[in-house]
Nanobody, 128 residues
Framework: EVQLAESGGGLVQAGGSLRLSCAAS????????IAWFRQAPGMEREAVSC????????YYADSVNGRFTIAGDRAKNTVFLQMKSLKPEDTAVYYC?????????????????????WGKGTLVTVSS
C-alpha cells in the first residue's frame, strides 16, 4: 500500500521559514507527480506546488510563487517544500499527494484533487 507522510509543520512568526517534507513508501518517485496542497479552516483545498520527475516540470500557485520552492530527493523518495517569507494567510494544513504522470496534466485541466495518493497532513501556523 502506498503511503505518504508529511512532516515539518509547526508554529512560525510572519516572515519566517519552514521546510515541509513528504516521504513516500512503496513506490519510486521517478514516474510520479508530487504535489503540495493546503487547506485553511473553512476554505477549499488548493494546490500550492507540484513537481514531476518524468519531465522535471514544476508548478507554483500565484500566491506562493517566489516564496516557496519545491524540490525532490529521489534517493530518499522525499519531496520538500521550502517556505520563506511566510504570511498569516499561509496558515493551513498542508498535504502532499502523488499520482502517475506530470504536473502539467493538472495545469492543463485534470482535477488536482483527483490525485491518487494522499498524506494525512501537517499543520502550519503563521502568527502575525
Amino acid at each position: 500500500e502506498v503511503q505518504l507522510a508529511e512532516s515539518g509543520g509547526g508554529l512560525v512568526q510572519a516572515g519566517g521559514s519552514l521546510r515541509l517534507s513528504c516521504a513516500a513508501s512503496v513506490f519510486s518517485f521517478d514516474d510520479y507527480a508530487i504535489a503540495w496542497f493546503r487547506q485553511a479552516p473553512g476554505m477549499e483545498r488548493e494546490a500550492v506546488s507540484c513537481i514531476s520527475f518524468p519531465d522535471g516540470y514544476t508548478y507554483y500557485a500565484d500566491s506562493v510563487n517566489g516564496r516557496f520552492t519545491i524540490a525532490g530527493d529521489r534517493a530518499k523518495n522525499t519531496v520538500f517544500l521550502q517556505m520563506k517569507s511566510l504570511k498569516p494567510e499561509d496558515t493551513a494544513v498542508y498535504y502532499c499527494a502523488a499520482d502517475f504522470g506530470s504536473c502539467s496534466d493538472y495545469e492543463e485541466g485534470d482535477d488536482w484533487l483527483g490525485m491518487d495518493y494522499w498524506g494525512k497532513g501537517t499543520l502550519v501556523t503563521v502568527s502575525s
